[in-house]
Nanobody, 124 residues
């Protein structure tokens, strides 16, 4: 079992950057694929990015590809989401997720473990 706690969201102007992080509990963090989802006001939840257990393979939604980078540090039990060239449409509550299945499936199979979310707001 793993518990996830996000931090590092905030308010930023369009074109700026943020780097939310997600701290995970437990001693088996390396066994989990991890990722980020987001939910914007009035919209459905959507997949953002995923990382394999080792961090060697990453996956992104088309809407963030080239602007966002996910990274997983197993030594620190932490996942990061580097967000660059932010747009107002990136405004959402961002959730950290984890599960034991392959990271490539995180976009289509609801992960078992979710954090409480961190708010990202991008002003125009």
């Amino acid at each position: 079992q793993v518990q996830l706690v996000e931090s590092g969201g905030g308010l930023v102007q369009a074109g700026g950057s943020l780097r939310p992080s997600c701290a995970a509990s437990g001693r088996t963090f390396s066994r989990y694929a991890v990722g980020w989802f987001r939910r914007a006001p009035g919209k459905e939840r959507e997949f953002v990015a995923a990382s394999s257990r080792s961090g060697g393979n990453t996956y992104y939604a088309d809407s963030v590809k080239g602007r966002f980078t996910i990274s997983k540090d197993n030594a620190k039990n932490t996942v990061y989401l580097q967000m660059n060239i932010l747009k107002p449409e990136d405004t959402a509550l961002y959730y950290c997720v984890a599960d034991v299945f392959d990271a490539g499936l995180l976009a289509t199979i609801p992960p078992h473990y979710w954090g409480q979310g961190t708010q990202v707001t991008v002003s125009s």
